[in-house]
């Protein structure tokens, strides 16, 4: 019995003319997906380069089907390829980026699951869309929770075609807007080439240049900060501009890590040296050897050590634990973090001073962020680009931060600093909808500029006098301390300020006034 030639004319007709989208109507209806987020009209207003520049792979076995459409989206434009073998296709989407891939579920030798597996691996941004003549429930389902783009049931027309294409086509173009941006705003904010480093704020531009400065020397350098300012990310930056770049940047937390290990971690030790020393191992400071060494959190590091330490930045020499000898000469460079003020820890015994002088060459202070409130906005933009791409498909839209929630991160003292703001931030990029505005109120951060550790010991106190003089004194004392934060807050903005505050100018003027408080003066105090 012969078998009849299916005729596949139906699912890409040939066309003589171009196939331009035909009406806006064609743009937003899709019997298989969710009507596309940009302007209808824009499908037919593409530029011709940048349809040219939209790379496409069309994987089917069958010939009439694989040639159909090719021939349908080359006369839209498109750089298109296809390819009739599974096998063939694995190669193609490994070695090669594609925009958008067309591929048949079953195929041979190499299933279309696999190839679309490998395409995303290849590159997260490509769009699959997987095409089937067996459309089901379940194959649907599992095609999706690979990370699908859509589900191209057959047969289907020309214009099916055109539409779900066009879909694809906008959010391809969404996504590389998206990263345009994202590599403008590291043009435009950013400190660095070869890591990102984000601020404009006059006192962050001074700790990264004065680091751009130093990182091409040998010197030691110790980095002051408050926790979560970004000690480790100048570390980096330390090194990756310094001329050991191409060598190890060995980093050790010495809070992280229980006394008796440490000494075994950073000197090596030889076999025997105690129970389960097995066999001989070196130590960091020999993997860092040429490299740069991190000691992070100097402070909590025990005073023994330090005097260990202490020889190793003298003369370069390591012994590791049991051994009575010299076992390596090391050439490392030294960079040292700590969260408190290392001369109040030398005078209280913490911090040896020998160690200090060695370590504190070139000392860089980080503000915190409460006094970078111009770099706040740009950070969160930044942390919700990054965590959105992270936890989301990555042709999902961005969701975006009203005037309203930027403005309230900028009136937070964030004590956890830039590590409190991205973790706010990757809180909001999980819960937001795809596309949406995210509004002050959805911000999990705790905001209250009453909060001061001095002002309750003040209340304490004034609390033992007559009524009207211990409420007129509580209540100077407020207005006082709610005045300074806020100005420090809005970065001496006054009608930012004001905004925060919810009163009008000629009020807040009229406050600093009675107090005896200077805008100029409360800025400084701030930086």
Same mark, same amino acid.
């Given at each position: ?19 331009a989208?035909?009406?806006? =109507? ?7 997906g ?6 209808? $009209? ?15 792979? &069309? ?17 839209? *434009? ?42 995303? $691996?290849?590159e997260?941004?490509? &769009? ?7 459309? =089901? ?45 994202? +590599? ?10 070869? &890591? ?20 091409a ?14 000690k ?57 050897h ?11 590091? =025990?005073?023994?050590? +330090? ?9 370069g020499?390591?012994?590791?634990? *049991? ?8 050439d ?30 070139v ?33 999902? $839209? ?6 309203? #929630? ?6 937070? +003292? ?14 909001? #990029?999980?819960l937001?909808?795809?596309? =949406? ?5 959805? &911000? ?45 807050s809005?970065?001496?903005n006054m ?5 925060f ?22 800025i400084? *105090?701030?930086?």
């Amino acid at each position: 019995m012969r078998t009849a030639r299916r005729d596949y004319s139906e699912y890409c007709p040939p066309t003589t003319s171009s196939t331009a989208v035909r009406s806006p =109507s064609d743009v937003v209806v899709d019997i298989n997906g969710p009507v596309s987020t940009l302007p209808p $009209a824009d499908v037919g207003t593409i530029p011709p380069a940048t349809r040219s520049s939209i790379r496409v792979l &069309i994987v089917d076995d069958d010939r009439s089907l694989r040639e159909g459409c090719a021939s349908v989206l080359q006369v839209e *434009g498109y750089n298109v390829s296809s390819c009739g073998r599974g096998d063939e296709a694995l190669d193609l989407v490994r070695r090669a980026r594609y925009d958008v891939i067309l591929v048949d579920l079953y195929m041979t030798p190499v299933a279309g699951m696999e190839i679309l597996k490998a395409a995303l $691996a290849t590159e997260a941004t490509t &769009i699959v869309v997987v095409m089937t003549g067996n459309p =089901s429930v379940a194959s649907s389902i599992d095609a999706l929770r690979e990370g699908a783009w859509d589900y191209l049931p057959k047969p289907f027309s020309g214009t099916h075609l055109q539409v779900m294409f066009g879909r694809a086509v906008h959010a391809v173009l969404q996504n590389r807007h998206a990263n345009d941006a994202r +590599q403008q705003s590291l043009t435009d904010n950013g400190n660095s080439d070869r &890591i990102t480093l984000l601020g404009v704020s006059p006192a962050f531009r001074r700790a990264v240049d004065l680091a751009r400065r130093v990182a091409a020397t040998n010197a030691s350098v110790m980095l002051i900060g408050e926790s979560g300012t970004g000690k480790e990310l100048i570390a980096q930056f330390l090194h990756r501009h310094s001329r050991r770049a191409n060598k190890e940047l060995i980093a050790i937390n010495w809070a992280a890590l229980p006394e008796p290990l440490l000494e075994s971690e950073m000197f090596g030790h030889r076999k025997g040296a105690f129970t389960g020393a097995e066999r001989e191992k070196p130590g960091l400071l020999e993997m860092a050897h040429g490299g740069t060494f991190f000691l992070d959190e100097l402070t909590e590091m =025990s005073l023994p050590l +330090q005097a260990k330490l202490l020889r190793v930045l003298q003369d370069g020499v390591v012994r590791r634990v *049991g051994s009575e000898q010299e076992d390596a000469v090391v050439d490392v460079r030294f960079i040292a973090a700590t969260n408190r003020d290392p001369r109040e820890a030398v005078r209280t015994k913490v911090l040896r001073e020998d160690l200090y002088y060695r370590l504190n060459v070139v000392p860089i202070t980080l503000p915190p962020l409460r006094n970078r409130v111009e770099d706040i906005p740009i950070l969160a933009n930044h942390f919700l680009s990054h965590f959105w791409l992270r936890h989301h498909r990555s042709r999902d $839209a961005l969701p975006r931060f009203s005037a309203g #929630a930027l403005e309230f991160l900028q009136s937070c +003292q964030w004590p956890g600093n830039v590590r409190e703001l991205q973790n706010v931030i990757e809180h909001l #990029a999980v819960l937001a909808e795809a596309g =949406s505005e995210i509004g002050a109120s959805e &911000i999990p951060v705790h905001r209250d500029p009453m909060e001061s550790s001095s002002g309750f010991a003040f209340a304490d106190t004034a609390l033992d006098g007559v009524y009207h003089v211990a409420k007129d004194k509580l209540l100077a004392h407020f207005e006082k301390e709610y005045l300074t934060r806020l100005v420090a807050s809005a970065a001496g903005n006054m009608s930012r300020a004001a905004r925060f505050a919810g009163v009008d100018r000629t009020t807040l003027y009229r406050l600093l006034e009675r107090h005896g408080l200077r805008r100029e003066s409360l800025i400084g *105090g701030g930086e």
